[in-house]
């Protein structure tokens, strides 16, 4: 090789060594979570760290007489959604259970625990009677259609529930879901709320199993947000958790009786549809021979369909997941990454389980270490921070170059910190809404919808389908990060 052959050569080799060291995955988990804390409903605590949000919504559930306070916005709207919130907390406490060592490394376990607590405290208290859950404050219609600071917004709060004779087996059964695996989350740390957790969750599931249904049948309203394919994978996804949190028969009963009718071989991971979460559940629990031989076999489809969605993913399975030139998985004009988001989680805590067990994967192409799936992982998380066509971290605050015009009302209008001035229904658009200019509050750590399957990004708020962020956006990326900090 020539002098010039082996300078060019080595240039290559540190270029590609900076672009790989230029991804600060630790940072991008500090923020992931300050994000949890922008969306944050109610009274604020003394701790808050985003300094430009302020108290809200301190009435929620007062004509109802009941304390609904607390919990969080889904999105860029003022509406709490209990069905996207629960699944942002089961994300959660999945990311601070399998990644405990790496959140605590990183001196982000506390801040971890912290966001899931808020969530959970919330829930507990719209859980105010074995079957009564409260699923709704607020109401997406008359929310969009006012551009408002959640500090002093004045959209009508109203509340919503399931009940006996208004079932919702999806809400219900996500609600348990969330509960048992926190619980499990802070079995170590906080027993006595670990405990009452659990109590709810095992309410919530039997709840869930006698009255079964969607609960967009009970609450219409959120169907158009919120709507929901329905409420099987809930039932499921909950009595897996509930398991692992209890080990008791009944749940594992349950879990097996269903196994020829686990869910195939889904084409995504979401707040709608969660048999992938509950497949590789099932899946690295039997690499890591927790249950008894029979029960292995009959619990072999589950890992059969959750191994067949992450060869999909990285493209060795027989329905391939599509691929943007620019190498990102693609599912949906409308909020892509949310999908992404959920597909690494599976995949990285999947490939963790394999590795430890010194197990590959089984693909229709061929054989696939653990390894191998980390690093497509860390290029689709890398695309996410950055290293994309268009050279933007699709993370908020996040690197310099990052979208300025988030669809989001607290963020986009004025600090009530820096100006208390109401801001108005019409007027929020008037003067917030409609300028063409970055957001005053930047949203840290938020994940937004992200690029078309061109990798092309238009970074205006009244581009929801690619601008607006959502917390279940971000609750499986925090694991993700903590592990790829290790």
Known sequence: MSSKNNFMFGFCLVILFVNAASIDYGAALTKSLLYFEAQRSGKLPSNQRVQWRGDSALNDGKDDGIDLTGGYYDAGDNVKFGFPMAFTITMLAWSATDFKSQLNSKNELKNALNAIKWGTDYLIKAHKEPHVLYGEIGEGISDHKCWERPEDMTTPRSVYKIDQQHPGADLAGETAAALAATAIAFKESDSGYSD??????????????????????????????????????????????????????????????????????????????????????????????????????????????AEEFICNCIRKGYNNIQKTNGGLLWWDYWNNLQFVTTATFVITTYADTLSATKNSLQCSSGNVEPLQLINFVKSQVDYILGENPQKMSYMVGFGTNYPQEVHHRGASIVSIKKDKKPVGCQEGFDQWFNRNAPNPNVLVGAIVGGPDNSDNYNDSRDNYKQAEAATANSAPLVGVLARLTS
């Open 196 to 305: 009452q957790l659990l109590a709810h969750a095992k309410e919530l599931f039997d709840f869930a199993k006698k009255f079964p249904g969607v609960y967009t049948s009970s609450i219409p309203v959120a169907g158009k947000f919120y709507g929901s394919s329905g409420y099987e994978d809930e039932l499921l996804w909950a009595a897996i958790w509930l398991y692992k949190a209890t080990q008791d028969k009944t749940y594992l009963d349950y879990i097996n009786e269903k196994s020829t009718s686990c869910g195939g071989t889904r084409l995504n991971f979401s707040w709608d549809d969660k048999y992938i979460g509950a497949q590789v559940l099932v899946a690295k629990d039997l690499l890591e021979n927790k249950f008894a031989g029979n029960e292995s076999t009959l619990l072999n489809e589950y890992k059969k369909n």
